[in-house]
Structure formats: C-alpha cells, structure tokens
C-alpha cells in the first residue's frame, strides 16, 4: 500500500487506515470476535494506521485494539485515539489534570506506555484558541505519555485556527465527495504547515458505498436512525450532514463512473486519496471482506479529470445547498 508522512508525526502510514468507530457497538451490535476479525484483516491488507476514541463503545474499541497490538507485534501499527469527551462540553473541563487522567485510562486500555497520537474529540470552539490547552498537550509529550497530538474538528474554521499551532501534528477532518469545502483552504493551509490531513466520514456514513436505497431502515442502536436530527452529537457525523433520500440520489449518479471490478466505495475513497495534501482515509468496517476492499481502492489508479468533474457537479447541484456552508 502506497505510504505517506502523517504531518508533524513523521511516521509513514499506509494511505487506507481503519476508523473503529464501528468496533465500539455505535454502529449496532459487534462482537469481541468480530472486532478482532476486522483488525486482523486491516493488518492482513497493509492497514498501518487505526483511530479509535475513549468513548466509542466507553472504552471497548481502544481495549480490543490493544488485545491486536499484543497478538500482532510485528505489524507496526500506529494506533490513534481522541479524548474529551468523557466529560460535558465545557472549554473548562479540557486542563491537564483531566487530561493527565483521560490519556492514562487510555493507555491502560490499549496497554501501551505512550499513546502514538491523542486528538481532542471536537471540542467546544473556544477549546481551539486556548493557549494553556496546548501547553497542557506539550506537557504531557514532555511527560512522554503521548508521542504527538492534534485535533478532530467539525468545521473548517476550527481545522484553520488549529493548523496554526506549532506543536499540532495532525488535523481530523470529515472530507468526501458530499462534503469537499476542506478542499478550498484547509488542505492547503495544512501543507504548508506540514500538518498531516485525516480523512474521517468518508463514505458518508455508507451512502457512498451506492447500496442504500430510500428504503433502508437501520437499527434503533445505530446513530445513522438515533442521530439523523444531531440529538445525540454534530448531525454532521451523520451521512456528513447529508440528508438520506437526497444522499441516496447523489451516490446513484455517481454510479456511472465505477469501473469494472471496483465499487463505489473504492471510487469515493480513490477520490479523497486523489487529494495529495491527505495523509491517510479512515473508511470503518464490519467485517474481513469490507476492510480488504477499503483496502483495495489504494490499488486504483487516480480518477480521471472527466470523473472528477462528474463527481464536482453532482455535489454543486444536490449537496452543495445543505452542507457547504454549515461546516
């Protein structure tokens, strides 16, 4: 799989990662064994970068990721987690003392000394331009609990106030065909900066996968039914703040342009990777046969200028008015 730097970290990562979201139950019910079926097959197909979180499943994603790292030493994994979540939203409760106590119930979790990369999980804004924040963030590398930190956000602004800290290392961002304003200046930005891009969301939420149709009913434990209204967190992590029918519209026009032998999914992926600036995608997967073909899309060649224009209109025409100028 075609390796790049992840920004400020200076680790060479496979281009497809895994987002374990899913293997936290978010997503309805998965088993401990089929967790780890996912992530030996993510292993199996080149994957080198995981991202997890302290509160997908409360813990349990980070606890069978870490059962992985100790069954597969040899595979190198750069393992990615977020913090800030545990606690109300409250620019208040983001100090070093929690987060002193928040990465230390990580690494017990993933059963590391240090954590290669701890992201604040969407903070309140005002988090992003709080300096005694970042301090706390350089001290814990100092206190070798972590290796580097950076930031998941919501919107654009947030990435761009963020990118502008020495000490931030990568930037989380949700980039796909249904939500491309990153493109404009946050990606950019990040480059020059040489901080590294995390593609997060990037079949929004299954739509560009093309096997949905106005029809599909999802399960009451799956926040594509309990948060398509954004009750439960940002709506915009849902379908990428795409409303359903229209969304399943959009992926059927962009049918046309899956070549023989690939999916939807490995064109919606192969487009994001088209962006050099990204360092890595991070697709979820429930099971063996989706991590390998997430897996897969590494192997397409580049999209044709015809193909990205297509995918550009369909975006312009259908998605553009919900969700441009939202995040």
């Given at each position: 799989?075609?390796?790049?730097?992840?920004?400020?970290?200076?680790?060479?990562?496979?281009?497809?990662?895994?987002?374990?979201?899913?293997?936290g139950?978010?997503?309805?019910?998965?088993?401990?064994?089929?967790?780890?079926?996912?992530?030996?097959?993510?292993?199996?197909?080149?994957?080198?970068?995981?991202?997890?979180?302290?509160?997908?499943?409360?813990?349990?994603s980070?606890?069978?990721?870490?059962?992985?790292?100790?069954?597969?030493?040899?595979?190198?994994?750069?393992?990615?987690?977020?913090?800030?979540?545990?606690?109300?939203?409250?620019?208040?409760?983001?100090?070093?003392?929690?987060?002193?106590?928040?990465?230390?119930?990580?690494?017990?979790?993933?059963?590391?000394?240090?954590?290669?990369?701890?992201?604040?999980?969407?903070?309140?804004?005002?988090?992003?331009?709080?300096?005694?924040?970042?301090?706390a963030?350089?001290?814990?590398?100092?206190?070798?609990?972590?290796?580097?930190?950076?930031?998941?956000?919501?919107?654009?602004?947030?990435?761009?106030?963020?990118?502008?800290?020495?000490?931030?290392?990568?930037?989380?961002?949700?980039?796909?065909?249904?939500?491309?304003?990153?493109?404009?200046?946050?990606?950019?930005?990040?480059?020059?900066?040489?901080?590294?891009?995390?593609?997060r969301?990037?079949?929004?939420?299954?739509?560009?996968?093309?096997?949905?149709?106005?029809?599909?009913?999802?399960?009451?434990?799956?926040?594509?039914?309990?948060?398509?209204?954004?009750?439960?967190?940002?709506?915009?992590?849902?379908?990428?703040?795409?409303?359903?029918?229209?969304?399943?519209?959009?992926?059927?026009?962009?049918?046309?342009?899956?070549?023989?032998?690939?999916?939807?999914?490995?064109v919606?992926?192969?487009?994001?990777?088209?962006?050099?600036?990204?360092?890595?995608?991070?697709?979820?997967?429930?099971n063996?046969?989706?991590?390998?073909?997430?897996?897969?899309?590494?192997?397409?060649?580049?999209?044709?200028?015809?193909?990205?224009?297509?995918?550009?209109?369909?975006?312009?025409?259908?998605?553009?008015?919900?969700?441009?100028d939202?995040?």
């Amino acid at each position: 799989m075609e390796q790049r730097i992840l920004g400020r970290t200076g680790r060479k990562v496979g281009v497809v990662g895994l987002g374990a979201w899913q293997l936290g139950g978010d997503w309805g019910e998965v088993t401990e064994a089929e967790a780890l079926a996912v992530l030996n097959a993510a292993v199996d197909a080149g994957v080198t970068f995981i991202d997890s979180a302290d509160v997908y499943g409360d813990g349990r994603s980070e606890r069978v990721i870490g059962r992985l790292l100790r069954q597969r030493p040899e595979a190198d994994i750069m393992v990615a987690t977020k913090m800030g979540r545990r606690a109300p939203l409250e620019p208040s409760h983001y100090t070093l003392d929690n987060f002193r106590a928040w990465t230390d119930r990580s690494r017990e979790n993933l059963g590391v000394d240090r954590l290669d990369l701890v992201q604040l999980h969407c903070p309140p804004t005002p988090v992003y331009g709080n300096d005694a924040v970042y301090d706390a963030l350089d001290t814990l590398v100092a206190e070798e609990r972590i290796a580097a930190y950076g930031v998941s956000v919501e919107t654009c602004a947030e990435a761009m106030t963020a990118i502008e800290r020495p000490g931030v290392a990568t930037v989380q961002i949700i980039l796909n065909a249904f939500r491309r304003k990153p493109l404009e200046e946050v990606l950019p930005a990040a480059a020059r900066a040489g901080v590294g891009i995390i593609a997060r969301v990037p079949l929004a939420s299954g739509l560009l996968s093309g096997k949905y149709d106005a029809s599909t009913q999802f399960g009451d434990d799956d926040h594509r039914t309990y948060n398509r209204d954004g009750s439960a967190f940002d709506v915009g992590e849902t379908f990428a703040g795409v409303d359903f029918a229209t969304g399943v519209e959009a992926a059927a026009r962009l049918e046309p342009l899956v070549p023989p032998k690939a999916s939807l999914a490995q064109v919606a992926l192969r487009w994001i990777l088209d962006q050099r600036e990204v360092s890595v995608v991070i697709p979820g997967a429930r099971n063996p046969v989706q991590v390998w073909s997430n897996a897969g899309a590494a192997e397409l060649p580049r999209l044709t200028a015809g193909a990205h224009d297509e995918i550009r209109a369909v975006y312009d025409e259908l998605i553009r008015p919900q969700v441009h100028d939202r995040w």
